[in-house]
């Protein structure tokens, strides 16, 4: 089934447009890579398919609702149970340690305080992790506060998880190593992602290719279904 | 690659016959082009020639050609002189993706380079997919993993050369024709 549709997306920021008409489909446990040169829309499109920003043209919808007129309230609880978001910069709670930040969006939820606990041990296992449980970000490497960021992604078992740039602040190894393993337990769950890129080597995690250029779909670029040049549908 | 040093390698873990040198060289080397028995036997018998190796002769109750081979202490020298000594970091600017688009741009336009371009992007995406899927498959060992590093860092570095002489073909080609 698909999850999430996008139809004719359209997005500026005062003059400046970021997208312009974007049509997209995100299946269930679909693995999609969204790769654009820097300033090409792609995290602009992530963040209105995840219903972060409201789109100023065209729709989004989830799993046949349309998301786009809903409130932000409404819309934050969708964010909450079911979609996870991965950063950069893992953003994790600097006083809290990492299994405090694991249970964070469980707690949010409504989970009871041992059984989040319970729950974040196992996630930050899951992602090799599980040495750091009692530790603050401060002291962990940049490779352990992503896998940490990952599994507060994973631990609410969302059906979509956004993920923008989750290697870039990464060495090579470390950021392979988060991504090896976030591909695997979102297919293990069935969990679709949406990658956002703009390296080649992070892409071919994917099943899937949407390239941006210029706030729109780039039909000559890197998508294996793509015409081969000059083509257009 | 250097088949003579592979194969002196190969030997300094202990005395091989041919076709036990060719499985070595599999294994170890699980995604390189295959290595052909004929080039297995005809380097040994050159390394043999130089002194190299040694034959410790065929034992003639079973197969076409069951002679073992031995490291010498000249073949050990050898092996070490190439162990310590750097190759030289690409002494030249050569590869059929660069020959092909400086060819494309003499003999016909910027719209053929940028078809060739887009093309082989596709091709080296395609195989940096496979390549990815191979070394995160569970059953990857770590053999899988490194071979396929190697190949993935190339691709990438290909791709991006193709990305930013996709933006650069035009003016390349105005120089080109100027």
């Known amino acids: ?233 | 690659m250097s088949t003579p040093h592979l194969l002196l390698g190969l030997l300094a873990t202990g005395t091989m016959h041919g076709y036990e040198l060719k499985r070595a060289h599999d294994s170890r080397l699980p995604q390189a082009r295959p290595l052909a028995f004929g080039q297995v036997y005809a380097t040994l018998g050159r390394l043999q020639r130089d002194g190299l190796v040694a034959s410790t002769g065929p034992e003639r109750l079973a197969g076409p050609d069951r002679t073992a081979y031995t490291l010498t202490e000249q073949g050990r020298a050898t092996l070490d002189q190439w162990l310590s000594s750097v190759e030289p970091p690409m002494p030249y600017v050569n590869s059929p993706l660069f020959t092909k688009v400086v060819v494309a741009l003499l003999v016909a336009d910027v719209d053929r380079a940028r078809a060739y371009l887009v093309a082989q992007r596709r091709a080296h995406t395609e195989r940096l997919r496979e390549l990815t899927a191979l070394k995160t498959a569970p059953s990857a060992t770590v053999d899988d993993v490194v071979a396929a590093d190697y190949a993935i860092a190339h691709l990438d570095a290909d791709l991006r050369w193709l990305h930013t002489t996709l933006d650069r073909v035009a003016d390349w080609h105005r120089e080109v024709h100027s």
């Open chain 1, 1 to 233: 089934m698909t999850q999430l549709q996008a139809r004719g997306l359209v997005k500026s920021y005062g003059p400046t447009p970021a997208l312009r008409g974007i049509t997209v489909d995100i299946g269930e446990g679909e693995i999609v890579a969204v790769t654009a040169p820097s300033g090409c829309g792609k995290s602009t499109l992530l963040h209105c398919l995840a219903g972060i920003l409201r789109p100023d043209a065209g729709e989004v919808s989830w799993r046949g609702h349309r998301l786009d007129t809903w409130s932000e309230a409404a819309r934050s609880r969708l964010r909450r149970t079911e979609f996870g978001v991965l950063f950069q910069f893992g953003q994790l709670v600097a006083e809290l340690t990492a299994a405090e930040n694991v249970a964070l969006p469980l707690l949010l939820a409504g989970t009871g305080r041992r059984a989040a606990r319970t729950a974040a041990l196992t996630w930050l296992d899951r992602l090799g992790v599980a040495d750091c449980a009692d530790v603050r970000p401060g002291e962990m490497s940049g490779g352990q506060q992503q896998r940490c960021a990952t599994a507060r992604a994973l631990v609410t078992e969302p059906r979509v998880l956004f993920a923008d740039e989750p290697t870039g602040a990464l060495d090579t190894l470390a950021g392979e190593q988060v991504l090896t393993q976030l591909v695997r337990l979102a297919r293990e769950q069935h969990t679709s992602v949406v990658l956002v890129t703009h390296e080649p080597r992070i892409a071919a995690y994917a099943d899937r290719e949407v390239v941006l250029r210029d706030g729109v779909i780039d039909h000559t670029g890197l998508g294996l279904d793509a015409p081969l040049a000059g083509g257009s549908r």
